[in-house]
């Protein structure tokens, strides 16, 4: 049979023993002790959560275009895919026998003679690698949060500020001189009774410019009086942050602007309605309208279409207790037995020690990169000492090295969080699945929304019959369940 090996790295600094070149020799081994003839080998140098996979479409083509088998060796499950959106179509080759997939560091080989055990194991390593990579993600997004906490901005500066880096080499934002006093003006003007238009024209002749040199238009005058920034607060997806830096205005005169700018205030109408488990969850099969409940005869709770479409003639209600009996039977199958639970955690471990190893050799490579910058700045404090170079020589490659320092911290914080929580990640994960009924029905109304909309998905009233999907990776441990035997692996 003929061979396609795939070798991928998502960084172009190549780990040590897991870069292309390590990677090829390890599956050109492969091919030779399975007496698999090479065809053709692909290198990728581009992260596998990207959209556009150009590559990665050129190696489906050739299998596509293959007129016989054909094998896919690649170094192991997050090498190929991070989503499920590959596993569909290497899928469909692999039922109508026209591809092997081979995994190195698995030790798996998916066919269509594969028995449910080695699929699901593709399924639970695909699962678990985009969950690794969602927790590297994860973990971004908290350091965001919690610069934003210490009061720091993580974008470009506003007009009148601008950023400078102190002498210890770390960067900061400051007023801008040649345009903080502008930013006073606009509010004065516009406070006094100035128009937009005749505020942009005036500041155009007064000389205020933006970064790359242009008048600031009547559009950007509104987005200024409307930026509480410049009084002290940060506003990032909706959420309110005090910051650090130097105000150009106070509160009062941002206010006296809002007030200015809105002859009247809106006090927005909060609503608090009563907590249902279903509520917001649930589309007509048919008219693709809200499936709404209501509460009759004091103690009963009944759901139908809200009919915004006139589609149905007259309303049909359904029981909540009803619509409650159709999920726990479909959560029924996640109640695993334990022989069940240990199959499926052996299965895992395999997985879980390839996931390992990369995440050891990350950490080698990034402790060697540290040891590596401190020796570059030991030497570049003996050229100073001996007048080799000049102190701004050594001061301008001592904060590249220190800047490159501090970012291998981070990726090294990042990787040993995200390693934690894989594993943590599983364990939730059999927990839930194994009680889901149980917290359910012990659950509040709210309590029993919130949890419902993690499991369910694509939830449809369909007459009185309510149809829906467990969400991923439920519906993998539901199938895993009604494998009526579990083979072992080398069957």
């Not at 249902?276 to 499936?291: D, E, H, N, Q």
């Not at 199958?333 to 955690?345: A, H, S, Y």
């Not at 894989?422 to 994960?429: C, D, E, G, L, Y």
């Amino acid at each position: 049979m003929k061979a396609i090996i795939l070798a991928r790295v998502s960084k172009e600094d190549q780990l040590e023993g897991q870069s292309i070149p390590a990677q090829l020799a390890r599956s050109r081994q492969w091919c030779k002790d399975k007496k698999l003839v090479i065809k053709s080998e692909y290198q990728f140098d581009e992260s596998s959560t990207k959209d556009q996979r150009k590559k990665f479409e050129k190696v489906i083509d050739e299998i596509r275009q293959s007129k016989e088998p054909i094998a896919l060796v690649v170094e192991t499950i997050d090498r190929l895919q991070r989503s499920f959106k590959e596993s569909v179509m290497l899928d469909e080759f692999r039922k109508s026998g026209k591809l092997e997939i081979h995994f190195l560091r698995e030790g798996l080989v998916v066919s269509d003679k594969s028995n449910s055990s080695e699929l699901l194991r593709w399924d639970m390593g695909v699962m678990f690698a985009r969950s690794y990579v969602l927790q590297l993600s994860d973990n971004v997004k908290r350091s965001i949060e919690g610069r934003l906490r210490n009061g720091q901005w993580i974008g470009r500066p506003r007009m009148g500020y601008m950023n400078i880096t102190r002498e210890d080499g770390t960067r900061d934002i400051v007023q801008d001189p040649e345009r903080a006093h502008f930013i006073r003006k606009i509010f004065e003007y516009y406070i006094a009774g100035t128009s937009f238009n005749i505020l942009a024209e005036r500041m155009k002749k007064e000389g205020l410019r933006n970064t790359i040199g242009k008048p600031v238009r009547a559009s950007g005058i509104h987005r200024i009086l409307m930026d509480s920034f410049y009084y002290g607060i940060m506003v990032v997806k909706g959420k309110e942050y005090p910051h650090r830096y130097p105000p150009i205005i106070d509160r009062e005169t941002f206010l006296r602007a809002q007030e200015k700018r809105t002859s009247w205030k809106k006090t927005p109408y909060k609503f608090k309605s009563k907590p249902y488990a279903f509520k917001g969850l649930i589309k007509c099969a048919i008219c693709g309208c809200t499936i709404t409940p209501e509460f009759k005869k004091d103690k009963y709770i009944l759901y139908a279409c809200t009919n915004y479409k006139k589609a149905h003639a007259k309303k049909d209600y359904v029981a909540e207790a009803d619509l409650l009996k159709a999920v726990y039977k479909a959560l029924k199958p996640l109640e695993l037995p334990q022989d069940k639970i240990d199959r499926l955690v052996e299965d895992l471990r395999t997985y879980s020690e390839a996931k390992t190893i990369y995440h050891d050799e990350a950490i080698k490579t990034l402790d060697r990169k540290y040891m590596e910058s401190q020796f570059r700045i030991d030497k570049l404090l003996d050229l100073l000492l001996a007048s080799s170079i000049t102190q701004d020589m050594y001061d301008t490659k001592f904060k590249k090295e220190k800047e490159l320092q501090a970012d291998i911290l981070l990726q090294k914080e990042d990787h040993t969080n995200a390693d934690k929580e894989f594993h943590i990640t599983a364990s939730t994960v059999l927990n839930l699945a194994k009680r889901a009924t149980e917290i359910i029905m012990s659950s509040e109304p709210e309590e029993k929304r919130q949890f419902m909309s993690y499991l369910l998905q694509n939830c449809q009233l369909n007459g009185r019959k309510l149809d829906f999907t467990l969400r991923n990776p439920f519906n993998l441990i539901a199938k895993y369940s009604s494998y009526p035997t579990m083979q072992g692996h080398g069957d």
